[in-house]
């Protein structure tokens, strides 16, 4: 008598992809789906595969489907360290033969008692990506060799401008414009969701459903607006909504009987953004003036911080503690955009408290209840003290 149980995962199994495999392998190899038998022996290959995703709007690899879509698996998947031979061949084309680096996410995913080797390589951050020195496209079932004028269209509209009788001009449609949006709303995801422990106190969970719709709203709008023809994008970013508006759903109708049970996909969500971010944004709005303001703005918001500190027994005392948070909040807002970036000039552990700062400060003006609590007055000045102290500490260097 067949079991009706849902099959049992193996821990290194990747849950989503496990899920989503036996509609990869009856959709068959196409622009954003590639197959191979056996991880092959000539590590060119993989890195031609990656590169054209890379450039073309991204896609997947599934190393254990031949090229009628049968899931024959990789062998011995379930040893640990032939994973972990798999994952370090894969990093060094990722980083090695393939240029600009990529970081794809890759894992196992798993059915039928057979394991897949997944490589989910996003849009790249770059132009132009290229195999062993030569730059790669996606076309159809193909990962083939980009034509030079390809190329030379692809750095144009990656630099916001395009090509027309005129000469060179700029693109109000450019990958900069969309980039530039897509940013801001993964950020705004990424933050909400490093808050969401500490908004289970009215009115964060508002905040939280309210930015979870936003997001999955604007994450359609663009797809709309500017990525309708890029089919691998719009279904990552549609995945990514699919998600938000789960949350959204369990926060308004209170399908989660505690704050603790929306944590799970709440740090899928902070995982998927984090990824889309690294994977399709990267560095490529980034230049010597974003480093310039990210620094005038540390020692500014120092400053601010520091009057603000000189002010709270004013303000708590005068019956604005209300006006206390909301400033304190828009001075880690001032933070946030520059918090979650690589700046050069800070080391890692820099870097990680200015992240803490920002969003400490930030979620502040949702405790203004609590703040406003007898006997809460000195709790709070000692946390505007310690932030205040470490941003200092910070914009310090800075001089």
């Not at 193996?10 to 009856?26: F, G, H, K, V």
């Not at 622009?31 to 890195?47: A, D, M, V, W």
């Not at 033969?97 to 995913?109: D, I, N, Q, W, Y």
Request: aromatic content about 8%; charged content about 25%; hydrophobic content about 40%.
């Amino acid at each position: 008598m067949a079991s009706n149980q849902p099959e049992m995962l193996p821990p290194w199994a990747d849950e989503e992809i496990s899920r989503q495999l036996s509609l990869l392998c009856a959709k068959g190899e196409g622009q954003y789906l590639e197959y191979k038998q056996t991880f092959p022996r000539n590590i060119s290959e993989l890195g031609k595969e990656m590169a054209a995703f890379a450039t073309s709007g991204g896609g997947v690899i599934l190393i254990g489907v031949n090229d009628d879509g049968q899931l024959v698996g990789i062998e011995n998947a379930d040893q640990m360290s032939v994973r972990d031979e798999y994952l370090k061949r894969l990093q060094g084309i990722a980083n090695g033969t393939v240029s600009p680096p990529l970081t794809p996410k890759v894992g196992f995913a798993y059915e039928a008692g057979r394991a897949v080797l997944f490589v989910r390589v996003h849009k790249g951050s770059e132009p132009v990506y290229y195999g062993d020195g030569r730059p790669y496209v996606r076309h159809l079932t193909e990962s083939r060799l980009a034509k030079p004028e390809e190329v030379v269209r692809r750095v144009l509209t990656w630099a916001g401008l395009k090509q027309s009788d005129k000469g060179i001009q700029p693109d109000v449609t450019s990958e900069h414009v969309w980039k530039s949006r897509l940013d801001q709303i993964l950020l705004d995801l990424v933050v909400v969701m490093d808050e969401m422990p500490r908004l289970s106190l009215n009115p964060g969970p508002d905040h939280l459903q309210f930015t979870c719709e936003n997001c999955a709203q604007w994450l359609r709008q663009l797809v709309t607006e500017y990525l309708h023809d890029e089919t691998a994008v719009a279904e990552s970013l549609g995945q990514l909504a699919d998600k938000c508006d789960l949350i959204a759903c369990a926060v308004r109708f209170g399908h989660s009987q505690t704050w603790s049970e929306i944590d799970h996909p709440c740090q899928a969500v902070r995982a998927a953004a984090d990824e889309l971010r690294s994977g399709m944004i990267g560095n490529s709005l980034i230049d010597g003036s974003f480093f310039a303001e990210a620094a005038r703005t540390i020692k500014l918001v120092a400053r601010k911080a520091h009057g603000l500190l000189g002010r709270v027994d004013q303000m708590v005392g005068s019956g604005r503690c209300r006006d206390l948070l909301s400033e304190a909040a828009e001075i880690g807002h001032a933070l946030l955009q520059f918090a979650y970036a690589k700046l050069p000039f800070l080391l890692d552990d820099e870097i990680r408290s200015l992240r803490e700062v920002a969003v400490d400060l930030h979620f502040l003006r949702f405790h203004d209840q609590w703040y406003e609590c007898s006997g809460s007055e000195s709790r709070l000045h000692e946390r505007l003290a310690e932030q205040t102290s470490r941003i200092e500490a910070i914009a310090a260097r800075l001089d």
